[in-house]
């Protein structure tokens, strides 16, 4: 895999998603985190930024340049199929966008869309909306600091799980996941991968630990029947999430799904998930 790295998160950034907001700086090797719980702030879905949570999140800052990374609540991702992904720029941009426009109810005009080519077949969409994006850059705005850095939680995990450059670079490709589970509220975003590519990937909303767990089995058999691909590993990434991890591998293992375990080396970009 051949994207997302060549990039380097800066020494302080802000982790927002539901209902919460994460400040991370780095202080020699080590990062240190401080939880921030506002809810105005995370959604970024207005632009009514209440100066004294501004003024609170202001001074646990400092000067230098920062990075903000968001969970997938906030982005829509597709991972698109080619039989030969074209050389030229500018036709294979085109062919992406109808591709997209194809498959995407709403209307594209109203989202920043980038993509990424995953190797030679696969490419990975993802759209953020633009009312999102200048919210965001208003908080940076407000709170006084230059904005230099802009990421996805789900990425970031491709990244550091798929990416040829990343702390767990030294891992065999035998010993990583065949896919993930990222988990925020109760929402699920779902990551399979076959040599090393995201090849699928898919995002929805849950009630219950049994309704979540009949999502991920479900997901799995589809894998298998559409793809002729056998998961049988897995790692579980979760945040501000009720449901215990424990009895999520529980049940799972019931399946023949193997949990793999990271250490958290996780957290030494996102604080805020635990394994």
């Not at 005009?109 to 909306?129: A, D, G, K």
């Not at 699928?200 to 849950?206: D, E, N, P, T, V």
């Not at 945040?239 to 293992?253: A, M, P």
Request: with cysteine; proline share 3%.
């Amino acid at each position: 895999m051949n994207i997302f790295n060549k990039y380097s998160l800066p020494n302080q950034f802000i982790f927002a998603g539901n209902d919460y907001l994460y400040i991370t700086q780095k202080d020699k090797s080590k990062y240190i985190t401080n939880n921030v719980n506002y809810k105005s702030l995370s959604t970024f879905d207005n632009n009514n930024y209440p100066d004294e949570e501004i003024s609170k999140i202001r001074l646990l800052l400092n000067s230098n340049p920062t990075g903000i990374v968001l969970n997938s609540s906030f982005f829509v991702f597709n991972i698109l199929k080619f039989e030969k992904i074209p050389f030229n720029k500018k036709k294979l941009s085109s062919i992406v966008n109808w591709r997209i426009e194809k498959i995407f109810p709403e209307d594209q005009s109203l989202y920043i869309h980038q993509f990424y080519i995953l190797n030679t077949e696969y490419i990975l969409s993802v759209l953020i909306r633009k009312e999102t994006k200048k919210s965001i850059d208003n908080f940076f705005f407000k709170l006084g600091v230059k904005q230099a850095y802009f990421g996805s939680s789900t990425i970031e995990l491709i990244n550091l799980l798929y990416g040829s450059s990343n702390p767990l670079k030294s891992l065999t490709s035998s010993k990583k996941p065949d896919f993930f589970i990222e988990l925020w509220g109760n929402s699920a975003t779902i990551v399979f991968q076959n040599k090393l590519t995201p090849f699928y990937i898919r995002k929805f909303i849950f009630l219950n630990k049994e309704e979540l767990e009949s999502e991920i089995e479900k997901t799995v058999k589809y894998i298998k029947s559409s793809y002729s691909l056998l998961p049988k590993s897995y790692c579980l990434f979760k945040n501000n999430s009720d449901i215990e991890g424990k009895d999520i591998h529980r049940d799972l293992s019931k399946s023949g799904l193997i949990k793999i375990d990271i250490e958290n080396k996780f957290s030494r970009f996102i604080k805020g998930v635990s394994l």
